[in-house]
């Protein structure tokens, strides 16, 4: 299995961007697709999920200005994220599970724990 985000990138206070993550050898019918954040010199926070059912959760601080997203034809998961402010300035992670369940735990540290396979990360800074 293989996740491999892009799509990040420098942009200015108040614009957005549109992270990837192209997903391959992930051939489960019933699973749980994140993105996780990480900014330097903090521990790694919840962002959204989408289940497989296309049932999804953005973190409570992040609704309304971030979308999460799948297009199974094209294996692919998606992040879109508007009005960006500098605390967005990290590098976001797509992560996969095998399980459903995982996206409905109630838990941003169990859903991080019970994500098995997890791509490199993509960059995002953001400027004044």
């Known amino acids: 299995v293989h996740l491999v985000e892009s799509g990040g990138g420098s942009v200015q206070a108040g614009g957005s961007l549109r992270l990837s993550c192209a997903i391959s050898?992930?051939?489960?019918?019933?699973?749980?697709l994140s993105w996780f954040r990480q900014a330097g010199g903090k521990e790694r926070e919840g962002v959204a999920t989408?289940?497989?059912?296309?049932?999804?959760n953005v973190a409570d601080s992040l609704k309304g200005r971030f979308t999460i997203s799948k297009d199974n034809a094209e294996d692919t998961l998606y992040l879109q994220l508007n009005s960006l402010q500098v605390e967005d300035t990290a590098t976001y992670f797509c992560?996969?599970?095998?399980?459903?369940?995982?996206?409905?735990?109630?838990?941003?540290?169990?859903?991080?724990?019970?994500?098995?396979?997890w791509g490199k990360g993509t960059l995002v800074t953001i400027s004044l």
């Open positions: 992560a996969a599970s095998p399980f459903k369940y995982d996206c409905h735990t109630g838990s941003w540290s169990r859903a991080e724990y019970g994500m098995e396979y």
């Open positions: 050898g992930f051939t489960e019918k019933s699973y749980c």
């Open positions: 989408i289940d497989s059912d296309g049932i999804k």
